[in-house]
């Protein structure tokens, strides 16, 4: 039977719109719905306008730093209405590029929810119609802690909208947004409290720069709340309590859930197409992205795995190639850096030290400095770089920063690293200076050898 599409994606996120604009660009027929916001998440509720906001942020600090350097300037007050404005206009625009991108590539857009009827069959707003091959990219959402009161606090598609400036916030939660909106936060003067359950923050992350996070944390004036559970919140009229397990609480006009992200399958119509979720709830894949029928796949957030936009543009890339271009396009999923943009930032690729002891010896290089500006600005900031190299063949297994440019850095090295650049590289490439990137090419002297010994595990 003739299908009305060769392919039909679900979701017009980073990984739908990759995945239908290369399609189409290999001569497929392909139709593509989108239910709220094209760009998805990245670009409306994430990535972009959360930059935005870490760039806001940074400004006050900046304008402090200027004194050192002559600047005899008084720090600007904030206007937080005027930076939502210019965002909100920045993401339409962006926005709007997105869906312009599909129409170029001639997919056909409709501006509905699809949900199966059947294996082949989408029911899309009014319309009902066929494809031979269907893509699931709808993404996920933020998710509260399920306990009394939660419904009072706001979560990270709220904090974007803020009519007002929380003058005291308390987030809960240390994975990656909760410790980029600490910094935000933090940043444009609220009395911001972080309360989480692990010891440090950002649980997987190498020790070291847990450590280091923690300090700039508390050093941009974050309070840090470790092994804290929260009770519930009660609260009335612009004022929030979060109730702590053993009696604490903490007053703030929000409380932020930055308590992960559960894929968007609610709805879908799962069961009339026969696909199968995996225990969280994601939908379950093989590694061509196929679900149990092998016609209908699934992409980006909406499956298990790494859930950040260049993965889920990659993804969709790759898997458009695959079923309608010349093969997959041979992505590196093994080493995928990524960056936590925090002040200052993280970025990281590769093993952890603790991950690369525990497949056999490493080698750990590391340093600490104070950035040459901060000699003269006095602010109390540290980098921190550090290389974990494979013993003894001296293959080059982690490299993490945080630091000032970090992000900017470490993605030169992911090359390096994709390319499989040992520490003998490293050594004999010139650096640039005077940077910080340099230190990454000069890393002589060893620290610790690093093994997980029989005995401890
Ligand atoms: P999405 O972008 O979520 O797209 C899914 C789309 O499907 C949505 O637009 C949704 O409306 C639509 N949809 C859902 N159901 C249906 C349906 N039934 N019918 C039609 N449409 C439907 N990643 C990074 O790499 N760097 C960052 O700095 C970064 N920052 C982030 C900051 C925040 C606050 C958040 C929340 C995420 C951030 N991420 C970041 C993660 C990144 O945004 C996601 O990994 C990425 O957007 C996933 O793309 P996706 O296409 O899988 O899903
Ligand atoms: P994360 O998975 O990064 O962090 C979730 C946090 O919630 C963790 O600190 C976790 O604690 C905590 N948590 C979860 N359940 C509970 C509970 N029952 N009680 C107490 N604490 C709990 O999710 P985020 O929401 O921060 O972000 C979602 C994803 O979006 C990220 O994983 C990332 O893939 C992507 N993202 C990427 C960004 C980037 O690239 N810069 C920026 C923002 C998001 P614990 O660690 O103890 O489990």
Known sequence: MAHDFDLFVIGGGSAGVRAARIAAQHGARVGIAECRFWGGTCVNVGCVPKKLLVQAAEYGALAEDARGFGWNSVRPEHDWAALIAAKDREIARLSRVY???LEDAGVAVFEARARFESPHRLRVGER??????????TGGHPVRLEIPGAELGIVSDDAFFLPAMPRRIAIVG???IAAEFAGIFAGLGARTHLVYRQPLPLRGFDGDLRNALA???????VILHPRTRPERVTGDEGARVLHLAGGGKLEAEAVFFATGRVANTAGLGLSEAGIVRTPTGAIAVDSMWRTVQPHIHAIGDV???KHLTPVATAEGHALADALFGPGPRPFNFSAVPTAVFTSPPIA?????EEEAARRGTAEIYLTRFTPMRHNLTGRRRQTLMKLVVEAPRGRVLGAHMLGEDAPEIVQGLAVAMTAGASKADFDRT?????T??????????????????????
């Not at 910080?436 to 595990?457: D, G, M």
């Open 436 to 457: 910080a990137a340099e230190e990454f090419v000069t890393l002589r002297a060893l620290t610790r050898v690093a093994q997980v010994s029989r005995a401890a595990e």
């Open 99 to 101: 869906r312009d991108i």
């Open 303 to 305: 499956t298990e795995g």
């Open 215 to 221: 300090e700039a944390l508390a050093g941009q004036g």
């Open 128 to 137: 009902s119609l066929t494809a031979e091959r269907i893509i699931i990219a």
């Open 430 to 434: 010139i650096g640039i200076h005077p």
């Open 174 to 176: 240390s994975g990656y």
């Open 348 to 352: 990281t690729v590769g093993l952890t």
